[in-house]
């Protein structure tokens, strides 16, 4: 089957702090008022508050059987898959197994799980511990279970590179679509980061905010005050298709993905390169990809996690790409989070949503920028604004750096 250069977007499934629904996160984003809350589960910890998906009943949503079995992020996962291909019009009975992809990012993946598990040997009551604790904490399980549960039976398996996972998986399942592998690709990431574990490590690491007293307002993307990300939780899916498969059963195209790159600052394992050099790189890649040129980029969702360097380095990545005058930028994760693994895939999923509306939602909690590095930050309210072409960054512990392009149908 012929190479081809884009790859249909045709169904979005999303699970975020905002709800189950698409349609949920978008309301959500264009209110831009922050989601986070304190968490009872966190109490006496340094940093106790995040962002959790709402109303999420696995065993109604999964059935018992398959809700014991598996740990929360692939709650998220399987509900997320299942959305998206209900809303690309699928029926998995009806498409050709072998050559439909499943391929998730994930960045830490079993955290609860470890939580409780760790917490018994801990007692001293190793018989206690779960037979079902090592196959539910495997990395690959997030994608094995959605293969499992929706018949897919082409390539399958989870991709880790910390916050840019999602981004990745989507990228190499664009290339599973494009070069004739795959028909469909079921792509994106999921992540449940809120563990007692997972929040003790990143507050001592410094990588939290502190503002306990606003949890709404303690994520500032590029605002000077911002001290440090918000931990989330999140589950997005993105039904790839090659576009003459999608054309064949008539199916609505919501976007197409045009481009891919990726590159590695091979600088730091949890810092990012100060000047911003590997993002710059990631974007230049991206762009060349889909044989577009930075005057073509009508937006920019942003990584934006509110960590001091990083968004430094972003905005100065930015800056450069764009000859010191980027397209609006906004970031997403100022009201829904940093879910890690998953972030990237919501946020893929925001710009295919951003393109679909025509309008830009806001960044919370912006008030100032770092002088020399102000970017055109939409906040306080939407903005209106043609758009053809969005792109997607996203950065991630270890110098991996992600970067993905969508064009309108």
């Not at 998906?53 to 059987?65: K, S, T």
């Not at 028909?183 to 905010?209: K, N, P």
């Not at 007293?213 to 994520?219: E, H, K, L, V």
């Not at 576009?243 to 600052?265: E, I, K, N, Q």
């Amino acid at each position: 089957m012929p190479r081809i250069r884009e790859a249909a977007v045709t169904g979005l499934g999303m699970l975020t702090p905002a709800g189950t629904r698409p349609e949920d996160t978008w309301a959500a984003l264009c209110r831009g008022r922050g989601l986070a809350r304190h968490l009872p589960h966190l109490a006496g910890l340094p940093v106790e508050f995040g962002c959790t998906v709402p109303a999420l009943d696995a065993h109604a949503e999964l059935g018992r059987p398959l809700a014991r079995r598996v740990d929360r992020f692939t709650h998220l996962a399987i509900a997320a898959a299942r959305r998206a291909v209900g809303d690309a019009g699928l029926a998995p009975g009806s498409w050709d197994p072998d050559r439909v992809a499943v391929v998730l990012g994930v960045g830490s993946n079993s955290l609860t799980t470890y939580d409780r598990e760790f917490g018994l040997l801990a007692q001293d009551r190793p018989t206690f511990v779960s037979p079902m604790a090592l196959p539910r904490s495997l990395p690959n399980v997030v994608a094995s279970e959605v293969a499992i549960d929706l018949g897919a039976r082409g390539p399958v398996f989870s991709v880790s590179s910390a916050c840019a996972s999602g981004a990745t998986a989507l990228g190499i399942a664009r290339d599973l679509v494009t070069s004739g592998t795959c028909d469909i690709a079921l792509a994106g990431g999921s992540e449940s980061a809120l563990s007692r574990m997972a929040a003790t490590c990143f507050a001592q690491m410094r990588a939290l905010s502190r503002r306990t007293g606003d949890p709404a307002g303690a994520c500032r993307p590029f605002d000077t005050r911002r001290d440090g990300l918000v931990l989330a939780e999140a589950a997005a899916v993105l039904v790839l298709e090659r576009p003459d498969h999608a054309a064949r059963r008539s199916a609505p195209v919501r976007a197409l993905f045009r481009g891919f790159g990726s590159t590695a600052d091979a600088h730091h394992p949890v810092a990012p390169h100060p000047e911003g050099s590997g993002a710059r790189r990631a974007v230049l890649a991206a762009l060349t990809d889909a044989v577009l040129t930075p005057s073509d980029i009508d937006h920019v969702n942003a990584h934006g996690t509110a960590t001091p360097a990083g968004d430094a380095a972003e905005a100065q990545a930015l800056l450069q790409v764009f000859d010191g005058d980027p397209p609006p930028v906004t970031a997403a994760k100022s009201v829904l989070g940093h879910s890690m693994g998953a972030a990237a895939a919501v946020e893929a999923a925001v710009t295919v949503l951003t393109l679909e509306h025509q309008l830009i939602p806001p960044t919370a909690n912006l008030v100032g920028q770092d002088p020399g590095r102000e970017l055109d930050v939409v906040h306080t309210a939407p903005r209106p604004h043609p758009m053809a072409t969005g792109l997607s960054s996203s950065f991630g512990f270890g110098g991996h750096n992600a970067v993905l392009v969508f064009t309108t149908p």
